[in-house]
């Protein structure tokens, strides 16, 4: 499936930090996260997103004039395409900055479309490069799995604080993250891999200590710990039609680009109420997607509002999908039911740019559980 | 497929080197290698590896007499297993030398299965831990695909010069590696989906310039670089039949483990004759596998030697599998004909745990061809 830097929530000796100048995180930070992106298979795959496309095709050329005569930073280029059509659009000068080598290919593809005198590639990260002047306009395509996964919205914030000029508009100016009751077949189908999982453990015990004189069974607690973080524990990329979404959505986090914090975005956390549709009986858990929309600045407001939206969808789905948080087991619910509770995201004290979520839930006034997920 | 520890060949800003104790190095170099050894799961696929289990057991335990009373180091010791045989075996103390967190359920094995009194588990990176006394005995299972792929050995080579008393046996004490001529399906279904992306690259490029007005086509020959690399250069894990193989294997690298240097494991580097077997009419290219063995030392050979082979099988099968190098078009052959040539594996610049493969080949008295391959 088309992923967005495949990352292993890798159990370093040293925990991940904030400070990307330290040489040991950023070369981690490198293994783990930044070196898919240097591949065009994985940069064709975000290209070939129709509907990423054309919102943000449209967020510039629906708006040309913003862009006219401007200075424009796009953070995070990868092939160079935002950069290019910012140039195209009327800007005067465009820096984009890429951190990984797909920069030389940008550099190529920048030349080819004949907007080498409008836009400078620079390969470098975007809180250590230095520019010449500030800009008008930050654009950048940051958003992971239910937005915040990868955490590239930290580079964006450094690069608004750094070098955006007062009154300047950031594209996309504004984010939303959403919560909606859904069913699916897939928590059955992790509890049989779950099962059939411990099931084999207690085999390979037997056989380990029959045939190899070693008695494994003091690691059970332990594997199975493991077993049901990886099965049941673990959200899901899905693409999910939107008959599966159950209940109402709801709204859990609110994004201004312009004036949100680096502390705003560490933690999303919101109660949320998810009244059932009529008819449904049963919520097998939990999807989370976003919106992001392109309003322009308070200044100078979007002659048209474009908003990409990665909700449930038949004909406009995207390569970001959903992220399923599955119940085990799941919830069974009737007419006029409203499942409430909160979600908790922060960020795995590991990997950064991984994410725990705790969800609480309860349905009217029963008992509430809490259910913890990973977000890797 | 049962793997051993993951990598992606990170073309990091920068170059790997053999210095373990750079921080930045060693933090890259868990993200990419050291971190998937911390999972049970992965654990427990190599513990079910019945050929693997069957020799290392055999090894220590048709040859007791020679750990009884002995001191016995362990070089990534993961779950714990060979340490304890060796302590059953009748070993004075023993040292369990392991990278990651694994280390804390090795303690917990030990002392379940009652030889704490025994071994002595020690977190941390062999090259840079502190033991009170040399050994008599290193064994260790630092074998990756193709037998050096994860350059594991070269840490076992560290504890060999650091710690094995003169005279002292290394576990195995032989390995061996192998190339054949072998056939397989998979050539044609690598072109396929190579030309698959290929075509599929014309029409993204085609879309892209009409929909969104940026040429793509000044990429098209990096991006395949990218794929040839990624389809038709990139060695394979498979399981083969024995009838698979169609000609003589060659030895292509011999190693004693007491006296091998590390400068002699950083190439391979081999010529190779390899008849082609009556009746056989294709090659599609070669296989490489290993076999290790268990001799003892020069002073105190093992009572009965025991082999471990990865060569193609039908019931003994290991998790090592093969590795496998295709040729785009595959070689076609005739009785008696030879494919004759020569080997080249050395370390990628980027990850020193990865190789770069040439095989030259011809057959008979045809013109040379040289192939290049990377193992991932």
């Not at 990997?351 to 913890?372: C, P, W």
């Amino acid at each position: 499936m088309a992923g967005r830097g495949p990352m292993r929530a890798a159990p370093s000796p040293e925990r991940a930090t904030m400070n990307g100048t330290e040489k040991n995180d950023k070369a981690a930070d490198f293994a783990n996260y930044f070196c898919t992106y240097a591949f065009l298979y994985h940069q064709k795959e975000m290209l070939s997103d129709r509907v990423r496309m054309e919102a943000y095709y449209n967020s510039v050329f629906k708006n040309a004039h913003h862009f006219q005569g401007k200075v424009v930073l796009d953070v995070g280029t990868g092939s160079g395409i935002l950069a290019i059509w910012a140039a195209q659009a009327g800007a005067r000068r465009v820096y984009a900055v890429e951190y990984t080598d797909m920069a030389k290919h940008a550099a190529k593809l920048v030349a080819a479309n004949k907007m080498d005198h409008i836009v400078e590639v620079i390969q470098g990260s975007v809180e250590e490069i230095d520019l010449p002047e500030k800009v008008d306009i930050i654009i950048s395509e940051w958003m992971g799995y239910f937005l915040l996964r990868e955490s590239m919205l930290d580079s964006v914030l450094v690069a608004r604080d750094k070098w955006l000029k007062p009154g300047g508009a950031m594209y996309p100016s504004h984010a939303r993250m959403w919560l909606a009751p859904i069913k699916s077949g897939m928590g059955e189908h992790k509890m049989q891999d779950y099962e059939a999982s411990m099931n084999d453990w207690v085999h390979f015990t037997q056989n380990t200590r029959h045939a190899f004189g070693v008695d494994m069974s003091t690691l059970s607690n332990s594997y199975r710990e493991e077993q049901v973080k990886y099965f049941l524990q673990t959200s899901l990329w899905q693409s999910l039609y939107p008959s599966q979404v159950v209940g109402q959505p709801a709204l859990v986090k609110e994004i201004d680009c312009l004036t949100v914090t680096l502390d705003d975005v560490k933690a999303v956390s919101a109660n949320f109420q998810l009244p059932v549709f009529d008819g449904e009986t049963r919520v097998s858990g939990f999807a989370g997607w976003f919106d992001v929309r392109f309003q322009g600045s308070p200044s100078q407001a979007a002659d048209e509002t474009v908003e990409l939206t990665t909700a449930p969808s038949i004909n406009d789905t995207t390569h970001w999908g959903q992220q399923v948080f599955l119940l085990h087991p799941p919830l069974h619910v009737r007419d006029n039911d409203v499942v409430h509770g909160s979600i908790l995201m922060t960020r795995s004290k590991t990997n950064h740019r991984l994410m725990d979520v705790v969800i609480k839930h309860a349905i009217g006034k029963g008992a509430e559980t809490a259910s913890a997920f990973h977000i890797e």
